[in-house]
């Protein structure tokens, strides 16, 4: 069991460059979110899913887009990064109501140069 | 909209001492949930207690306990005889159970980094 894992690991991205982080989950989770950390920031949401094929936009979405075409993935996109976007990316799941804890990945570091 | 505060930066202390983190929080709904989670340094966010708005029950496990007072808003987390593998940046965070405007994740503080000294 191996929990929530996240692809890849580092990343550093030229600006203008796009990618993706995939986030994964065998905990059978319906919720996936996708947290950005910034230093002094703590973690801010960015966009978030509660089931298979349906996204919605956290607190700070703009520049990203996301997927949730299985329900045990979820990814992260960047079309078009820019350096105000490296950060640590965190993705995490929970069970489908909002009484549980989420349980994270081990986080993504991207740096935009 | 919901906020919290961890208004301790950083808190350094010698092994073996006490420690309390604060933790205040501000939302209108009367319903939520608290959370803390630690982060040590090699990065990952482990989740350490979860408490509903309507159990204010003080909670101790081994060397930790949370104080949840709904009077002053706050969920403080102390650890007892603190010792060096306690360093790491501790967060608080808020969820509320029915949530409107989209914003379905947690509110997190900014975390206060621990620093255990031997």
């Known amino acids: 069991n191996a929990g929530v894992t996240q692809t890849p690991k580092f990343r550093v991205l030229k600006t203008g460059q796009s990618m993706t982080l995939l986030c994964a989950q065998d905990?059978?989770?319906?919720?996936m979110y996708w947290y950005r950390q910034d230093p002094g920031m703590g973690l801010r949401l960015i966009h978030y899913s509660v089931g298979e094929g349906t996204t919605a936009k956290g607190e700070v979405p703009d520049g990203y887009n996301v997927s949730r075409l299985k329900k045990q993935n979820f990814l992260l996109g960047l079309e078009s990064a820019a350096p105000s976007q490296t950060s640590v990316y965190f993705c995490a799941s929970s069970y489908s109501t909002r009484a549980y804890e989420q349980y994270f990945g081990p986080g993504t570091r991207l740096t935009v140069t | 909209a919901q906020k919290v505060t961890q208004a301790q930066t950083e808190i350094s202390v010698v092994e073996k001492e006490d420690v309390t983190l604060d933790c205040v929080y501000e939302t209108r709904d009367t319903t939520y949930y608290l959370f803390w989670y630690k982060q040590p340094p090699s990065g990952e966010l482990v989740f350490l207690i979860r408490?509903?708005?309507?159990?204010?029950q003080n909670e101790i496990s081994g060397r930790y306990s949370w104080n949840f007072q709904k009077s002053t808003s706050s969920f403080n987390f102390t650890i007892t005889a603190s010792q060096v593998v306690d360093s790491a940046v501790y967060f608080c965070?808020?969820?509320?159970?029915?949530?409107?405007?989209?914003?379905?994740?947690?509110?997190f503080g900014k975390g206060t980094h621990l620093i255990i000294q031997p």
């Open positions: 965070a808020l969820r509320l159970l029915h949530s409107g405007g989209g914003a379905d994740g947690l509110t």
């Open positions: 905990m059978n989770h319906e919720y």
């Open positions: 408490r509903n708005s309507f159990d204010e």
